[in-house]
């Protein structure tokens, strides 16, 4: 069974960095890519970044290029968000899922496509 969790959320001011979680099991690592999605209230869900190690396969969303970094630990357990210089722009529900991969296919977390397993997110808020 696929289980994602995340954590590491909370209040920060801006300017400042977090660094979100996502403890993965019931996959194989390698055959997955593993997203990271953004909700604020009022707001459509906005696919942030993906990582797929293997196809060595990145994407990040045009509002945090530069300023976010998606990472995966030596086990290929854990998936991290590094957020920095955050924004007010930055609060919302963070969520990972994930999708198997057949080639890559990050640039589909723009849409959210096939990303067919869910964390229950973690809510970060930036304070102007």
């Known amino acids: 069974e696929v289980q994602l969790v995340e954590s590491g959320g909370g209040l920060v001011q801006a300017g400042e960095s977090l660094r979100l979680s996502c403890a993965a099991s019931g996959f194989n690592f390698d055959d997955y890519a593993i997203g990271w999605f953004r909700q604020a209230p009022g707001k459509a869900r906005e696919g942030v970044s993906c990582?797929?190690?293997?196809?060595?396969?990145?994407y990040y969303a045009d509002s945090v290029k530069g300023r976010f970094t998606s990472s995966s630990d030596n086990d290929k357990t854990t998936v991290y968000l590094q957020m920095n210089s955050m924004t007010a722009e930055d609060t919302a529900v963070y969520s990972c899922?994930?999708?198997?991969?057949?080639?890559?296919?990050?640039?589909?977390?723009?849409?959210?496509?096939?990303?067919?397993?869910w964390g229950r997110g973690t809510q970060v808020t930036v304070s102007s």
């Open positions: 990582i797929s190690t293997k196809y060595g396969d990145t």
């Open positions: 899922a994930v999708r198997p991969v057949f080639g890559p296919v990050c640039h589909l977390v723009a849409t959210g496509s096939g990303f067919d397993y």
